[in-house]
T-cell receptor
């Protein structure tokens, strides 16, 4: 069964600090992995996509990594801002039937 | 360009009452999804449409849930009768086509349902 597990479930950090969110998956065959940001009361918005051949990709203060061998991804947030407070959802796409498997998300709170 | 539009944003009903949610996807997007999202959890697929055809409705509780996308554009999700456990956010998403290279979904803001 395809599964996506995210950790931690929730995280509180101080403004300006860095943090790393984890995503482990068992989806096969693997196509790509996306990180979405979901602000409270809004729909998820894509932050970045990782394909099989990519190890690291940056989008501003967000850096995603992918280890296809261990089936792990991380999202690193540098110099956090209050606006980073949101849920971060990892979504893995399988080539089989174009299926998407969602993780449960990590709820990040950045405090001043 | 307008994003995915959903209505209503909020709905409060008593149990056993019917409720309907509407979604208008991004123009030109063939694929439309309805997801259910409980508080603090990730979205769960209810149904996926390719144009007007429901290609994956295996997770849709068909005894009380129904959906339609008659002209392959906007869609309606209905619950009848609603139960207390249906309280959640119903998210609609669209994509150009599910077989696309990247598979990015574009989500609406969701319809929050409270069943009393």
């Amino acid at each position: 069964k395809n599964q996506v597990e995210q950790s931690p479930q929730s995280l509180i950090i101080l403004e300006g600090k860095n943090c790393t969110l984890q995503c482990n998956y068992t989806v096969s065959p693997f196509s790509n992995l996306r990180w979405y940001k979901q602000d409270t009361g809004r729909g998820p918005v894509s932050l970045t996509i990782m394909t099989f051949s990519e190890n690291t990709k940056s989008n501003g203060r967000y850096t995603a990594t992918l280890d296809a061998d261990t089936k792990q991804s991380s999202l690193h947030i540098t110099a956090s801002q209050l606006s980073d407070s949101a849920s971060y959802i990892c979504v893995v796409r399988s080539n089989a039937g174009n299926m998407l498997t969602f993780g449960g998300g990590t709820r990040l709170m950045v405090k001043p | 360009e307008a994003g995915v539009v959903q209505s209503p944003r909020y709905k409060i009903i008593e149990k056993k009452q019917p409720v309907a949610f509407w979604c208008n996807p991004i123009s030109g997007h063939n694929t439309l999804y309805w997801y259910l999202q409980n508080l603090g959890q990730g979205p769960e697929l209810l149904i996926r449409y390719e144009n007007e055809e429901a290609v994956d409705d295996s997770q849709l509780p068909k005894d009380r849930f129904s959906a339609e996308r008659l002209k392959g554009v906007d869609s309606t999700l209905k619950i009848q009768p609603a139960e207390l456990g249906d309280s959640a956010v119903y998210l609609c998403a669209s994509s150009p086509y599910s077989g696309g290279a990247t598979g990015e979904l574009f989500f609406g803001e969701g319809s929050r349902l409270t069943v009393l």
